[in-house]
């Protein structure tokens, strides 16, 4: 018998899917006592050239604050046995056991999410946090049209703030982030996803050019949609150049869930 699959992931779910439909084996939660089956003597496997390919791409579970120092050990065994794809966040990985786990079953890194401020001040590996605030103080005297205009004034947002967005509308601004993405792609792989999220807050840029991003039944309902895909697809346009398949992702979100004008 021989069993092989494009990533060694697939090989696993070869082998489970093996004893699940000839050995009559199943794990419906995580566990041992979520293993069900009857003793047999045997487990006869008939000739044949059979060929599975997933129809989802993405098939996971999101732990969000979900234990985040705990190996998971169980439910990551649980997941590849059931035909999902283990992921996790990069940054959890600074446990040696959870990263050995995720590895030993095929893991993805999963990151991004509420990502605009760590792209910016160059998070995911590139700078310490005290780096990316002191990195951030200095762009705020340097490049302080890269900061958000709220009220009339340059707000000074830092890593770990949420509150306000960056100006989006500022080249430097993705110039930045790219750079911060393209670090990320090229440790990770990009057999890895990264969604582009913003800042978990509601404030945006009020400068001239990122208001005119906004058609005006956007800001009848005070949404940024087509602001925001607009950055997104600018952003990600650029890293494609370099890494073609790179998984990369937006969002509908807070206050631009709806669907922009044109793009």
Not at 18 to 24: A, E, N, P
Not at 100 to 107: D, F, K, M, N, T
Not at 147 to 156: D, S
Not at 203 to 213: D, M, T
Request: hydrophobic share 35%; glycine share 6%.
């Amino acid at each position: 018998m021989t069993l092989s699959a494009a990533r060694p992931r697939g090989v696993l779910y070869a082998v489970y899917e093996i004893l699940k439909r000839y050995g009559g084996i199943r794990w419906l939660f995580p566990g041992e006592d979520g293993e069900y089956f009857t003793a047999r003597p045997t487990i006869a496997v008939p000739a044949q050239d059979t060929v599975h390919n997933p129809t989802s791409r993405i098939r996971t579970m999101f732990f969000e604050s979900c234990n985040i120092n705990s190996p998971l050990r169980d439910t990551r065994d649980w997941m590849v046995r059931n035909n999902m794809v283990v992921s996790t966040y990069s940054r959890y990985f600074v446990w040696p056991e959870i990263e050995r786990l995720c590895r030993e079953r095929g893991a993805v890194v999963f990151d991004g999410l509420h990502a605009f401020n760590p792209l910016l001040f160059g998070g995911y590996g590139i700078r310490t946090h005290k780096e990316q605030v002191a990195f951030a103080e200095e762009l705020y005297e340097t490049h302080p049209a890269v900061f958000p205009l709220i009220n009339g004034e340059r707000v000074k947002i830092l890593p770990g703030m949420h509150r306000f967005q960056p100006c989006t509308s500022h080249p430097k601004t993705t110039e930045l982030m790219l750079a911060t993405l393209e670090h990320w792609i090229k440790q990770w792989g990009q057999d890895s996803i990264f969604v582009i999220g913003n800042n978990d807050g509601t404030s945006w840029c009020q400068c001239e050019h990122c208001r005119a991003l906004d058609p005006p039944e956007e800001k009848k309902i005070r949404s940024v949609a087509t602001r925001y895909w607009t950055f997104v697809n600018g952003l990600v346009t650029r890293a494609l150049e370099k890494y073609p398949d790179a998984e990369l992702y937006g969002w509908a979100y807070k206050n631009f869930h709806q669907p922009p004008a044109g793009l």
